[in-house]
């Protein structure tokens, strides 16, 4: 889902974002310790594709949209570049074609950033394409939950 649609709890949510955040520090300080070794083009243009195919065309099509709906092909586009089987696809193929190399690091250090530092995994149709909490799931939140507090205990 996304950071504010969820159907995990707070803490259960918070917890699979902390494996992604482990996933992208040992992306980044693989990629520090090989510095040069890196052809860094490459690892931009690999860090790069997945939101330049990916998320800016959905996004510039919710911006037009201008709070209606996004034709829901922006979302299997989004979720098809966010995807680990999209991701390995291209990483085996390109460690095939050209040859490993350290620049691969860029996709799951892309990947591993999405979800761990802004929690966004895949967009389902029935939320906007970007994150704005739904009423149904607000009123489901708050009926399991009840009302949030600063000092609420774990969920």
Known sequence: MDPVNRFETRTTFRLLRAEYLVGMVISAALLIVHWDEVRWPVAVALFAYIDVLGYLPGALAHRRARGGPVP???????NTMHSWLTAGTVVAL??????PEWALLAVPLHLCGDRGLLGNFFKPFSVP?????HPAFAAFE???HGPATAGS???
């Open 129 to 133: 394409f970007e994150p704005k909490v």
């Open 142 to 144: 708050q009926e399991l």
């Open 94 to 99: 390109w460690a095939w074609l050209v040859g």
């Open 72 to 78: 829901k092909a922006y979302y299997v586009l989004y």
């Open 153 to 155: 205990r774990a969920r």
